[in-house]
């Protein structure tokens, strides 16, 4: 999947903070921290994964429509969007 360098620098961006949120849930998990701050930190980080993910998706189908005219040069077929985007949902 080719996605222009403006949207992979902020899907970078986004996933090493998801890493450092990781990092932290480990960290509060051997301390002993409640259950229910653990899970909160879980579900802050699921979300900022599957933001990243939607954005990658997203670049790749305003490149699409952008290429729409230069059908069969690479782009993904309908099918694979879908699977993509149906990976995340």
Same mark, same amino acid.
């Given at each position: 999947? !080719?996605?222009?360098?403006?949207? /992979? ?5 986004? /996933?090493?903070?998801?890493?450092? @949120?990781?990092? *932290?849930?480990?960290?509060?998990? !051997? ?9 909160? @930190? ?11 993910? #939607?954005?990658?998706?997203?670049? !790749? /189908? ?6 729409? *005219?230069?059908?069969?040069? *690479?782009?993904?077929? !309908? @099918?694979?969007?879908?699977? /993509? #985007?149906?990976?995340?949902?």
């Amino acid at each position: 999947m !080719e996605v222009c360098a403006s949207a /992979l620098s902020d899907v970078n961006k986004r /996933l090493r903070r998801v890493q450092g @949120q990781i990092g *932290g849930i480990i960290q509060m998990i !051997e301390d002993g921290r409640q259950c229910t701050d653990v899970l909160t @930190q879980i579900a802050s980080a699921s979300r900022a994964l599957d933001r990243a993910g #939607f954005k990658l998706v997203a670049t !790749e /189908l305003r490149q699409c429509l952008a290429h729409s *005219g230069d059908a069969g040069q *690479g782009a993904p077929s !309908e @099918q694979e969007l879908e699977r /993509l #985007f149906m990976a995340l949902a």
